[in-house]
């Protein structure tokens, strides 16, 4: 690429990068040290023609019969078949969007939905107010996580039972 000046560098790290995810510390300090890599490689390749687009998917839809996911619960490695989710991103979809962005050229781009995506834009416009939302739900969500509960209900965690 830098021979030739041209191309594009297209990395995947994680909505955990943008926005702390109580109960996976070691998942979103690694997509973190993922984002602030590239994000630095862009900075420093940016004069030889080489671009960089950093996506950040949210939860995805993965896991099948023929090849369950693998998520760590709290004794260990647990292998889950994932459900239909309205939380979660289909894969298609989310390869299809990360194609896109690739193609436009974005230095980077969210893929998510609700109510992932909703704080992260409080985390990038409104961190003071991310951050008291984040503590109100973290403990509740990082018990459900170990657990090997759904970390995606809202609802759930901000009520007094757990």
């Not at 021979?3 to 995810?21: D, F, N, T």
């Not at 030889?48 to 760590?72: F, H, L, Q, W």
């Not at 939380?87 to 998510?112: N, S």
């Amino acid at each position: 690429m830098i021979k030739r000046h041209k191309g594009r560098l297209v990395v995947v790290a994680s909505m955990a990068a943008k926005v702390p995810s109580p109960g996976q510390a070691v998942y979103s300090a690694a997509k973190m040290a993922v984002w602030g890599y590239f994000a630095s490689v862009a900075t420093e390749v940016a004069d030889k023609g080489i671009s960089v687009t950093i996506c950040c998917p949210g939860p995805v839809a993965t896991g099948t019969r023929d090849a369950p996911r693998m998520i760590y619960g709290p004794t260990g490695p647990i292998q889950r078949i994932q459900k239909n989710d309205s939380k979660r991103m289909d894969t298609e979809r989310a390869a299809y969007l990360i194609a896109k962005a690739m193609a436009a050229g974005v230095p980077e781009c969210w893929l998510a939905r609700q109510p992932v995506l909703t704080m992260a834009y409080l985390m990038q416009y409104l961190p003071t107010l991310g951050w008291l939302v984040l503590k109100k739900i973290g403990p509740s969500r990082a018990r459900a996580v170990s657990g090997g509960k759904d970390g995606y209900n809202v609802t759930g965690f901000l009520s007094k039972q757990d």
